[in-house]
């Protein structure tokens, strides 16, 4: 357990008081059952009698009433309760007092606890530990947190230790009770409550990227928590839409994720030696005038000797490790419907899967992660020269890629506003990032660009419920007063399939501009959109530039009332048959009315592993309607925008994704493959 002194107690104290959500507790649903409980497991434990007594003095909501009942209650919570050992080491190390008296605890100290150790999935089933996986759960503490979970291997006995938030280790796991699972722990589960660029400056084996974040002045840009603007609106908990009632998010929180060369990669790849006197580095301006050169020669046009300026070569390194966003580890790469991955088996992957982000700084620059069965992890920048196009095997990876850890050994990875994941090699925008492992068809799920659904915990989640988002939420999404929007999860079950599981749903006439990543090179690209089609989707313009609030018309009105007999008659609609030659021939006729079929990518969501792909069906695979075809500058923003030209306040639009692809791709020797 960390140590912390008593004047970082009071910090700590009002970090978690801050964040705590206890007026969210539904008492409306609580009542006894004739079953045994989770508390019941807890107060017949005599070496949980601590953590028993904390239950008792954290009030569960407005009504006063405490988290014993709650947990005797009806739900599905999973509750990591630590041992009597664990509850007064952490009293002692906060009150800097052996042998604490627990009776003295003060009740916002006990509620910190109890929030921290309970996870309320809802109407999910609560986790059994047969069902973690590395990362985050994905429903958070109830102190409005995401626990992080890791594994371990016993060095004696072989037997895998799991971890929650690196330090509390589960010694008895997989309690089952009428309403969830209870899972002993070691310590108390109380994550940092420090910023990212705090957390980073505190781990022992990062001093020199935490150097480097103060140097640039990055670590000033890596310090909001939340929007306290969002936090004044009196915000109803949930919104009726034309279609669906919807929950709305109560929070809007900021948050980053930044890969991290450890100490160890730095000494080993720039030959850089730390020398330390006392209790600290002795040769920092040895190592900073290393840094500079070498960074130098990564970014000889970055000549701006000031370090904080984003022309200068050391802060343009540094920003290519930054991103928007507080990921966990296990939605790094959002997994669902792709070929041969199973959704209920996370170590069942299948074929290679691709997430692009920009990185921040004036010059933002695309990020990619794959990961897949051939992959061995999630890797930064892979490069793959050939594919089987027919199964989509690796044949050829000049390039493996930067290995992402999941953890960084017993140390904590998760900071109050994002996470750091330590990587196996420097990271940096060498020429081979842009020509070769960018150079290719760049397929964007619409909501991965928008960050804030990510931090805030709504992406990827495994209910069926909705979700709305007010206009703002998303810095990369504005639309107007008379569009709603909101997020469809686990919306690759029914209806048309999504890509990544969730999708956006604006409804009314709509009009709505999204803000586009930028290309890695200029020259000629298409922009392809997949879109949902029906009776309801109306008639669209489309839009396109650099100037958001003056973007030109491209094209000719999108007609989205289409089905399948129609879509055959107006652009070729076709099933494959086995016959290669004759598909490349209709497809291509398709693509005359700048129309392609869907993605052989993903398919029907499968717990053994997803099969199909684009002749799953025409209601459940959306076609790719191509946009724009003409140049784009990589130095430029663009903004896409959609508005309907038919008055009909019962219209939808839901956007799946979007590609950029280059000429090269789409026009070149060989025909562009269908995955």
């Not at 497991?41 to 009942?69: N, R, V």
């Not at 005038?289 to 370090?307: F, M, W």
């Not at 693509?591 to 029907?604: A, W």
């Not at 025409?618 to 508005?643: A, C, E, M, P, W």
């Amino acid at each position: 357990m960390k140590k912390i002194s008593f004047g970082l107690l009071m910090l700590t104290l009002l970090a978690f008081s801050f964040f705590s959500c206890s007026d969210k507790v539904d008492e409306s649903n609580i009542y006894v059952f004739n079953g045994k409980s989770i508390a019941d497991y807890i107060k017949e434990d005599p070496d949980l009698s601590y953590y028993y007594f904390m239950l008792q003095h954290a009030k569960s909501g407005k009504k006063g009433s405490t988290m014993d009942h709650l947990l005797e209650a009806r739900g599905n919570y999973t509750v990591f309760a630590p041992t009597n050992a664990a509850v007064q080491h952490y009293l002692d190390s906060i009150f800097a007092t052996p042998n604490y008296d627990i009776n003295q605890t003060p009740d916002s100290v006990a509620q910190d606890i109890v929030f921290n150790s309970i996870i309320d999935t809802e109407s999910s089933e609560a986790y059994k530990t047969t069902t973690f996986q590395e990362g985050t759960f994905d429903y958070k503490t109830m102190a409005d947190r995401f626990a992080t979970v890791s594994f371990g291997t016993n060095d004696t006995t072989g037997k895998v230790r799991i971890f929650i938030d690196a330090f509390s280790e589960i010694t008895n796991p997989d309690n089952e009770a009428e309403n969830g699972w209870m899972h002993v722990v070691n310590r108390v589960v109380m994550p940092y409550s420090s910023t990212l660029p705090d957390l980073i400056a505190s781990q022992d084996n990062l001093q020199i990227f935490s150097r480097l974040l103060l140097a640039t002045h990055w670590s000033d840009s890596l310090t909001l928590i939340r929007d306290e603007e969002y936090e004044s609106r009196d915000l109803p908990n949930r919104v009726q839409t034309a279609t669906m009632n919807a929950i709305v998010p109560q929070h809007r929180y900021y948050g980053y994720t930044a890969f991290v060369e450890p100490d160890s990669v730095f000494c080993n790849k720039w030959g850089i030696s730390l020398k330390y006197e006392g209790s600290g580095v002795s040769n920092w301006d040895e190592i900073m005038e290393k840094v500079k050169v070498i960074c130098q020669s990564y970014y000889p046009n970055a000549t701006n000797p000031d370090l904080t300026s984003p022309d200068n070569a050391v802060n343009q390194f540094v920003a290519y490790h930054l991103v928007k966003g507080a990921m966990s580890y296990n939605k790094l790469v959002i997994h669902y419907n792709e070929v041969g991955y199973a959704y209920t088996n996370p170590l069942k992957l299948g074929i290679d899967k691709m997430q692009y982000w920009e990185t921040m700084g004036k010059y933002p620059r695309l990020l990619k992660m794959t990961e897949g069965a051939q992959t061995a992890g999630k890797r930064l920048n892979r490069y793959v020269a050939k594919y089987d196009w027919d199964t989509y095997d690796e044949l050829d990876v000049p390039r493996p890629g930067i290995l992402v850890s999941p953890d960084n050994g017993v140390r904590d990875i998760q900071a109050l506003n994002g996470f750091y994941y330590p990587i196996d090699d420097v990271l940096w925008y060498d020429e081979d990032v842009p020509g070769k492992v960018l150079n290719e068809r760049i397929r964007f799920d619409v909501l991965s660009q928008q960050p804030e659904l990510m931090t805030n915990g709504l992406r990827a989640l495994p209910n069926a419920n909705y979700y709305y988002i007010y206009d703002g939420y998303c810095e990369g999404i504005r639309y107007s007063d008379d569009t709603q929007l909101t997020l469809l999860e686990v919306y690759g079950l029914a209806g048309n399939r999504a890509f990544e599981q969730d999708e956006p749903f604006f409804e009314g006439n709509y009009d709505v501009i999204f803000k586009l990543p930028r290309v890695p090179n200029s020259g000629t690209y298409e922009l392809r959109v997949a879109v949902g089609n029906g009776d309801g989707c109306g008639m669209m313009q489309i839009y396109l530039g650099t100037d958001k609030n003056n973007l030109s018309a491209i094209g000719l009105p999108l007609d989205m009332r289409y089905n399948e007999q129609t879509a055959a008659t107006l652009f070729g609609y076709f099933i494959d048959s086995d016959l290669k030659d004759d598909n490349l021939r209709k497809e291509r006729d398709m693509r005359n009315h700048d129309v392609m079929k869907g993605t052989n990518c993903y398919g029907s969501a499968s717990s053994a592993g997803t099969t199909g792909g684009r002749n799953d069906g025409f209601s459940l695979h959306k076609l790719r309607h191509i946009l724009y075809r003409g140049y784009v500058d990589q130095n430029k923003t663009y903004y896409i925008r959609f508005k309907t030209i038919l008055s009909n306040p019962a219209a939808h639009l839901d956007i799946d994704y979007m590609e950029w692809c280059p000429k090269n791709v789409y026009a070149g020797v060989n025909a562009e493959d269908y995955w």
